[in-house]
């Protein structure tokens, strides 16, 4: 990638880089993003939080071309800028808000939405909550101040009514999700990306990566220093 696009906290890097996600979701997001209708929709760049894409095939709608680069194999493609940004800030952000959350059982499911020519980044396809079924439409006005960490972020959040927040990072298990301090599940949304609605009123959202498989390695490794240390020769 080209100038500023920005490592997220664990995702993207450019605009595929994906990273522990599923090989067959993280193919999926890439090809969509970069793949001309009827099999993809270029508009799935703007959810990646990218300021900058090359591309040999037709311009993303929208962006603007700055310049020219070779890739991998001599060819010179021409690299286009985010329609917000003077090779600065994507057009959406890393927090957005969708008005409208689609229940989608699987990748498939979510692939015939995210292809629709007619579809938006306000539309968000959303594994089905365990929790109950999500209003149909959501609020598409509110006050967002995010703050980032390695292994967490936070959002202060006001708005009048209900709101679908779209995170710009990758889902992953291990990431949990509160609302003012209490437990929510974090949903996958547009395949790869994490959303927590919200209700009205002022609330603050916190995600923290807590991997007990994680935590699991770092003990069995701290045990085998110590057994090596043990058994050295005194």
Do not use: Q
Not at 24 to 41: D, E, I, K, Q, W
Not at 169 to 182: N, Q, S
């Amino acid at each position: 990638p080209v100038g500023s696009n920005r490592r997220m906290s664990f995702g993207v890097h450019g605009v595929f880089g994906y990273h522990g996600l599923p090989p067959t979701r993280s193919v999926l997001m890439y090809l969509l993003a970069s793949t001309a209708p009827p099999l993809g929709n270029p508009r799935m760049l703007e959810l990646l939080d990218a300021a900058w894409d090359w591309t040999s095939g037709p311009a993303p709608s929208g962006w603007r071309r700055t310049g020219t680069l070779a890739d991998e194999e001599g060819r010179i493609l021409p690299v286009y800028a985010a329609p917000a940004s003077e090779g600065g800030g994507p057009p959406h952000g890393r927090v957005f808000l969708a008005r409208e959350a689609v229940p989608c059982a699987d990748a498939d499911a979510a692939l015939a939405v995210l292809r629709d020519p007619a579809w938006t980044p306000a539309v968000a396809t959303v594994d089905p909550p365990s929790s109950g079924p999500l209003p149909p439409r959501f609020g598409d006005r509110a006050a967002i101040r995010p703050t980032w960490g390695r292994d967490a972020l936070a959002a202060d959040v006001a708005a009048e009514s209900p709101v679908l927040l779209i995170f710009s990072e990758t889902w992953y298990p291990a990431w949990k999700g509160f609302v003012d301090g209490a437990r929510v599940r974090i949903l996958r949304a547009d395949l790869a990306l994490r959303a927590i609605p919200v209700p009205a009123g002022s609330h603050t959202v916190r995600m923290l990566y807590d991997s007990c498989l994680f935590k699991l390695g770092l003990w069995l490794s701290c045990a085998a220093v110590v057994l090596l240390i043990l058994a050295l020769p005194v």
